[in-house]
């Protein structure tokens, strides 16, 4: 059973830069272990005490997984399944880019703004414009990929 997966850019370095790889397994704890045997210490990246890591977003086909049975959620032929690194916080005195420096993948010019994708479509990371004293806020919303 293949199964699409989709890395962020921060897991890429367990897949030699590989954006997108196949996995296969009957559910998700199976699929973890294969890329695991393929790509040796993703799986420690995903998996915390024997559950999903609290700060990794697995969605199988765009639901997310810990709705589905976390670990044990089915999957099928032909599934995609998108890892997303949780973002959160903010920062004083830097950048919010930098305090999220693992999640940014690549950067676009949109009306001044840099727009930081996360490895997952609709997802972005918005810096405050110009210089400012008070702490920046990432704002993480549904923006389409591309603009």
């Not at 997108?20 to 704890?29: A, D, F, I, P, Y």
């Not at 045997?37 to 990246?45: A, F, I, N, T, V």
């Not at 959620?73 to 690194?85: E, G, K, N, T, W």
């Not at 973002?87 to 999640?103: D, E, H, K, L, N």
């Amino acid at each position: 059973m293949a199964v699409e997966v989709r890395l962020p850019a921060v897991l890429r370095r367990f897949t030699g830069g590989e954006a997108v790889v196949k996995g296969e397994g009957q559910n998700l704890k199976e699929l973890i272990a294969d890329l695991d045997s393929r790509y040796p210490g993703l799986g420690d990246q995903l998996i915390a005490d024997g559950d999903l890591h609290r700060f990794v977003n697995v969605y199988i086909n765009d639901e997310d997984a810990r709705y589905l049975g976390k670990l044990s959620a089915p999957l099928r032929d032909d599934d995609v399944v998108s890892i997303l690194p949780a973002v959160a916080g903010g920062s004083t005195g830097r950048p919010a880019a930098a305090a999220v420096a693992p999640c940014i993948s690549e950067r676009r010019a949109r009306r001044g703004v840099s727009v930081v994708g996360c490895g997952r479509p609709g997802i972005s990371v918005e810096p405050a414009p110009g210089p400012s004293t008070e702490p920046r806020v990432p704002v993480v919303g549904g923006g389409r990929p591309g603009l």
